[in-house]
């Protein structure tokens, strides 16, 4: 069983930063594709950011890219979501995912197999 940990949300302006941890337990962690999903209220959960296993390819969101960077540390069984010019639409509860044996997919919820319980980031205006 694995078990996903995010921490780093909080409150901020918009246009600062915050940066997301997800520490992962078990050791299926360096193999596995993780991803970064968001839920707003009344919306559904969509896609953030995805990185590969060795960390070499990352994917972004169209709503995201330039402002966050995904990035992983295999040997700490960490990944972190740094997030830059916050704006108050990105206002949500984030949560990591491990991506299941073969992640084809990456911004479909489906391809995940293990959830954390969220973080919740706040962007005021």
């Known amino acids: 069983q694995v078990q996903l940990v995010e921490s780093g949300g909080g409150l901020v302006q918009a246009g600062g930063s915050l940066r997301l941890s997800c520490a992962a337990s078990g050791r299926t962690f360096s193999s596995r594709t993780m991803g970064w999903f968001r839920q707003a209220p009344g919306k559904e959960r969509e896609f953030v950011a995805a990185?590969?296993?060795?960390?070499?390819?990352?994917y972004y969101a169209d709503s995201v890219k330039g402002r966050f960077t995904i990035s992983r540390d295999n040997a700490k069984n960490t990944v972190y979501l740094q997030m830059n010019n916050l704006q108050p639409e990105d206002t949500a509860v984030y949560y990591c995912a491990l991506g299941s044996p073969v992640t084809l997919r990456v911004d479909t919820p489906k391809q995940y197999d293990f959830w954390g319980q969220g973080t919740q980031v706040t962007v005021s205006s």
């Open positions: 990185i590969r296993k060795s960390g070499d390819t990352t």
